[in-house]
């Protein structure tokens, strides 16, 4: 795979990623009965506030969605016409889980080329991967007063942090990096779907005693 295919592969994944991520929010702000400028605004957060809060704590600047203001537009879209299609939206349940996990591994491997780009060190890289991967959905969590997903039991920030050690790890065997990000994102989504298909599960800490 030549630098350019790799390079559009990875972007054309992102805007897939990004709007299916919308789509998404939109379902969980309806759940929450929010207006429409609600759906709109927890839509945004969600796919692109994982990017925006990794460059915020980088320095990178300018915020992805400021160089690109065409991507709110994009987001905003997507969940209008998911307020539009919410009938029909439980038919592609399916779809839309595959296509977030998706988003999950190529937010990762963008998250980490930023980092990398900026020479930071291998943990900054690897955290940077997980924060753009995971935290749009733990903004949209919070603010739709939900338990983010990150904190429970499934395999979601682990797959993120697996995509990142992969695609850095294999950098450091001087792989090419037209082979690592396929190869990255291919492994990534295969667990990810994995632990869906199969409910695999982060051990959890449970403690019912009372200090009063």
């Known amino acids: 795979m030549s630098a350019e295919t790799s390079t559009l592969l990875l972007h054309t994944l992102y805007l897939i990623a990004i709007v299916a991520e919308a789509m998404t929010a939109a379902l969980a702000a309806g759940r929450r009965d929010m207006d429409w400028m609600g759906v709109c605004i927890i839509a945004c957060v969600t796919a692109l506030g994982g990017g925006s809060l990794r460059d915020v704590l980088l320095g990178h600047y300018p915020l992805t969605w400021v160089a690109h203001p065409e991507y709110l537009g994009m987001t905003a879209g997507a969940a209008l016409l998911t307020a539009f299609m919410a009938?029909?939206?439980?038919?592609?349940?399916?779809?839309?889980?595959?296509?977030?996990?998706?988003?999950?591994?190529?937010?990762?491997?963008?998250?980490?080329?930023?980092?990398?780009?900026?020479?930071?060190?291998?943990?900054?890289?690897?955290?940077?991967?997980?924060?753009?991967?995971?935290?749009?959905?733990?903004?949209?969590?919070?603010?739709?007063?939900?338990?983010?997903?990150?904190?429970?039991?499934?395999?979601?920030?682990?797959?993120?942090?697996?995509?990142?050690?992969?695609?850095?790890?294999?950098?450091?065997?001087?792989?090419?990096?037209?082979?690592?990000?396929?190869?990255?994102?291919?492994?990534?989504?295969?667990?990810?779907?994995?632990?869906l298909r199969f409910n695999w599960q982060m051990p959890r800490f449970v403690y019912r005693d009372d200090w009063h």
């Not at 592609?92 to 990762?108: I, K, M, P, Q, Y």
């Not at 940077?128 to 739709?144: E, K, N, Y």
């Not at 983010?148 to 992969?166: C, D, N």
Request: proline fraction near 3%; glycine fraction near 10%; charge should be positive.
């Open 87 to 195: 009938p029909w939206m439980r038919r592609l349940r399916r779809l839309f889980l595959w296509l977030d996990a998706v988003g999950l591994v190529a937010f990762t491997v963008i998250g980490c080329q930023v980092a990398q780009h900026m020479e930071m060190s291998v943990s900054v890289v690897l955290i940077s991967g997980m924060i753009t991967g995971c935290a749009g959905g733990v903004l949209r969590d919070v603010l739709c007063n939900d338990v983010p997903l990150l904190f429970r039991k499934e395999l979601y920030a682990s797959v993120s942090i697996v995509t990142g050690a992969l695609y850095v790890g294999l950098q450091t065997l001087d792989w090419s990096g037209n082979v690592v990000v396929p190869v990255a994102l291919a492994v990534g989504l295969a667990f990810r779907l994995l632990a």
